[in-house]
Each structure stands twice: as C-alpha cells, then as structure tokens.
C-alpha cells in the first residue's frame, strides 16, 4: 500500500541507533528524506544518512538553541518538514530503587527524555503552525504503561509522554487545524544495544515475555513500521492522540 510519504521530509531524533537507525530506514524505504539526528553517534549518524541519501544533523536536545538549529538544519537540507518522530531517549542501566536514587539521576534521566521530548515537539508544531500540517510520532515505553521497578525515573518520563503530554498535543494541535497530528508508539522490549546483553539472556527474556501473548521480544523494524503508519496521512489521516503498543501483547510486568 503507498504510504503517501514520498518526497516527504522527516526528521528522527535519536536516529543513529536501535529503534532510530530502523525508523530512518524504514522512512527512506517509503521515499521520504531523512534527517538523521544525533548527539554522540556522530560516525553511525553520517554512515547511515549516506545509506539512505538523508543527512545527519548534530543537536543536544536538552538545549533549546540546539533544537532551534536541528529544526533549521533540517528545513535546509530536506527542503521541508513534514514529519517529526521525537525518539531520542536514554534507559540508565542500572538498577536502582526510588529511595536510594538521587535527585542527579532522577533529573538526568527526566531531561533526556521528558525535556528533550517536549523540546522537540514544541520546534515542530512551531513549525507545523506556519506550514498548517504536520505528523508528529512521539516514542514512550511500556514502561510508561506499567512501570518498571529499579527505573522509577524512566518510567515517569516515558508515562508523561504517552498520557499527559500527548494528549495536550493533541488538543492544542487542532488549534493549527484537522492536518495537524500527533500519535505515539509504546515499544515494550525489542532488541536494541540499550538493553545491551541482559537482553538476550534466557532467563531474562522468559521474565519479561511471561506476561506478553507473543512469547519473544520485539524487533526495531516492528517499531519502525508502526511509526510510518502513524506518519503517514494517508494511512492514518483520521488517527489522533492514540497509542500504538508494540509489545507482543503485553499486559503488564512480573513483580519481582
């Protein structure tokens, strides 16, 4: 089925690696143009956009001139913004109880994705309130759904993104008009090198499976094929403020 993305230009945060690097491609596959963005994944950003024929922009997505710079950056190069897939997102990897968590942490992991999340959002609907269209794919976490323990930070982040700020978004986005959306993707555990090789470990992946329907973990290009969906208006011109779990039916999380 055509997608409609075709000549489209797209930007993807964080879209150097895991679930980014499958989203960028799966984009340039429908013929959009890519802006890969990143901050430290310089040489994957530049080898993956001469890959795809996109390119790659550097932005700290914490720092609202930087994001100013990615938006303009991107409107040179592409030649137009159509679409906004705000990926960008840090898991920390260590396991730590609320109460043992400092506040360094906690306002560590909230700027790298919460901030970094609305900061995005805020430069493309800027921009989709002159253009006066616009799909925007914001990309939260089952841990936002059903939490996760030991990630307390994290998880409050990824659940601001999927309830409260989507759903304001998506309200506020109707003040530019009906061409204007925004949705998000939910990723439950997908193989990516941020779940590094605990990921892969039988144990481990018997946990996490027990309670999805679909006894395995996700791949990146499930969540990228979802996200094109979401982007494109032809396929989902009357979808607005949904969340698309991709998790292989996942219910909640073992209490461990």
């Not at 679409?83 to 920390?92: D, E, L, S």
């Not at 936002?144 to 978004?169: C, N, P, Q, T």
């Not at 999805?212 to 989902?236: C, H, I, N, T, Y």
């Amino acid at each position: 089925m055509d997608s409609g993305l075709d000549g489209k230009g797209v930007i993807v945060t964080g879209g150097a690696g895991g679930i980014g690097t499958a989203v960028s491609r799966a984009f340039a596959a429908e013929g959009a143009k890519v802006a890969v963005h990143y901050r430290s994944s310089e040489r994957a950003a530049i080898e993956l956009a001469g890959d795809i024929g996109g390119i790659a922009v550097r932005a700290d997505l914490r720092d609202p001139a930087d994001v100013k710079t990615l938006f303009a950056a991107a409107q040179e190069g592409l030649g137009r913004i159509d679409v906004c897939v705000a990926n960008a997102g840090v898991w920390p990897r260590e396991d730590v109880p609320i109460w043992e968590m400092d506040p360094e942490r906690w306002q560590a992991t909230i700027d790298s994705n919460l901030t970094a999340t609305f900061l995005t959002a805020r430069a493309f609907l800027g921009h989709a309130a002159s253009s006066g269209s616009g799909a925007l794919v914001l990309v939260g976490s089952t841990a936002g759904l059903f939490g996760e323990a030991g990630h307390a930070d994290y998880a409050a982040a990824k659940g601001a993104i999927v309830s409260g700020l989507l759903l304001s978004l998506k309200n506020e986005a109707a003040r530019i008009g009906p061409a204007v959306r925004i949705n998000a993707v939910a990723p439950g555990w997908t193989v990516t090198p941020m779940i590094g090789d605990k990921g892969l470990d039988p144990d481990h992946v018997a946990k996490v499976t027990s309670t999805m329907s679909l006894k395995k973990l996700g791949r990146p290009e499930d969540v990228a094929a979802q996200v094109v969906v979401l982007a494109s208006d032809r396929l989902a011109g009357h979808i607005s403020g949904q969340v698309v779990t991709v998790a292989g039916g996942m219910e909640g999380r073992q209490i461990l």
